[in-house]
């Protein structure tokens, strides 16, 4: 007996990832730090790493020490950052593991500086220049460095801030980016390399630094532009695809899906095995949401339900139980369902659900 395939599947082509890191790297001329918290924004943090881990990287960007010991537990050599303040729980591991933290509070300063007694703990600090989710602010900078230079458990590597708006306001932006410029040209430097990093995706498509060495790409690396039109020299990293399980000759007035949508003519609808269930997001009912089926863009029928979603496929007569759906890829933009859906692409990617079975494609060699 063969074991059946999965009715809903994401392949995740892991050429496109590394092509997308080698424009981050050419867009930036600086080191990139990868970020692949939340599975690697869906893709799969492991595998996703393990193809990271070859690239020579500084650091691979995690949410939490959660994240961070599952790089240590897959092998991953590349040293886990923790973007954000860290719980006092999670500490000690941290500072045992040599993950490296960024500092937001004196209270984190103080703790890593007792944790790190014996063997100094290396951390960035981290400045809040727009963003207001911690990191010092600029007129406690100069604090900040004062309490560092009485803390020899703690030996500061690096610099860093976050930017809230870089896809929506570049006035704002360029404005932060000249703070943070300032800001980092007024702290003493150890010996040593020093990272100092600002830009995220948009971030380091669309802006300078004359101090940065390092950008924190995400969104970017998985093929996905926040900015229009820097589209076009990325390639989308998942396609999430389905099958059609039945075909149907429904007459015009028949209702579809829950709700009932009554269809305004003769219509042949086509069921795919892949619904909210899978993260296909159920805001997309009713937004003139197409599927790629069979080299055509099909319109989804009524309300997308939690295990199947009904497309209309009455312009291909030879459509049958079996047939490959793509829901979003390179055809169709993951960027443009978040917007007919109402959210954004980080989240539909985050959303896909465990149920939904990656599949990975890598280069031929
Ligand atoms: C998530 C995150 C990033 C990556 O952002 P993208 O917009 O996906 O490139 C960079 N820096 C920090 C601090 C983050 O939390």
């Given at each position: ?15 496109a990832?590394?092509d997308n890191?080698?424009v981050a790297?050419?867009q ?139 896809d ?33 995706s948009a971030?380091l498509l669309a ?10 790409p995400?969104l970017l690396l998985y093929g996905l532009s926040p900015i229009t039109r820097y589209q076009e020299i990325l390639k989308p990293v998942m ?89 979003f890829g390179p055809h169709l933009l993951v960027s443009d369902l978040a917007t007919?859906?109402?959210?954004i692409p980080w989240?539909?990617l ?16």
């Amino acid at each position: 007996m063969t074991e059946s395939p999965p009715r809903a599947w994401a392949e995740i082509d892991l050429a496109a990832l590394q092509d997308n890191l080698r424009v981050a790297r050419e867009q930036s001329g600086q080191e990139v730090m990868a970020v692949i918290k939340a599975g690697a924004y869906g893709h799969g943090l492991k595998r996703v790493s393990q193809v990271l881990d070859r690239e020579n990287l500084p650091f691979l960007g995690v949410a939490n020490a959660g994240e961070a010991r599952q790089l240590f537990e897959a092998g991953i050599q590349t040293r886990p950052y923790i973007l954000g303040a860290t719980l006092p729980a999670e500490r000690e591991e941290i500072a045992t593991r040599g993950w490296t933290p960024c500092l937001c509070s004196f209270e984190e300063m103080a703790h890593f500086n007792q944790l790190g007694k014996i063997s100094p703990i290396e951390a960035h600090l981290a400045l809040d220049t727009g963003m207001g989710r911690g990191g010092f602010l600029p007129h406690q900078l100069g604090a900040a460095l004062e309490k560092l230079a009485t803390s020899p458990g703690i030996k500061l590597t690096g610099v860093g801030s976050h930017l809230p708006v870089a896809d929506e306001d570049p006035e704002f932006t360029r404005s932060q980016f000249a703070l943070f410029d300032s800001l980092v040209e007024s702290i003493p430097r150890a010996p040593g390399p020093f990272h100092v990093h600002l830009s995220n995706s948009a971030g380091l498509l669309a802006f300078k630094s004359r101090t940065t060495t390092m950008v924190r790409p995400g969104l970017l690396l998985y093929g996905l532009s926040p900015i229009t039109r820097y589209q076009e020299i990325l390639k989308p990293v998942m396609s999430l695809k389905s099958r059609v399980s039945v075909v149907n000759d429904l007459p015009k007035g028949h209702g579809v899906s829950y709700g009932r949508s009554l269809l305004t003519r003769d219509t042949k609808a086509a069921v795919l095995g892949l619904g909210y269930g899978d993260g296909y997001p159920r805001a997309l009912s009713g937004k003139g949401t197409q599927v790629l089926l069979n080299g055509a863009l099909c319109p989804l029928l009524g309300r997308v339900t939690m295990d199947q979603i009904i497309v209309d496929v009455t312009e291909l007569p030879d459509c049958q139980p079996g047939d490959e759906a793509e829901l979003f890829g390179p055809h169709l933009l993951v960027s443009d369902l978040a917007t007919k859906a109402g959210t954004i692409p980080w989240e539909v990617l985050t959303q896909i659900t465990p149920r939904v079975t990656r599949v990975y494609r890598c280069r031929v060699i």
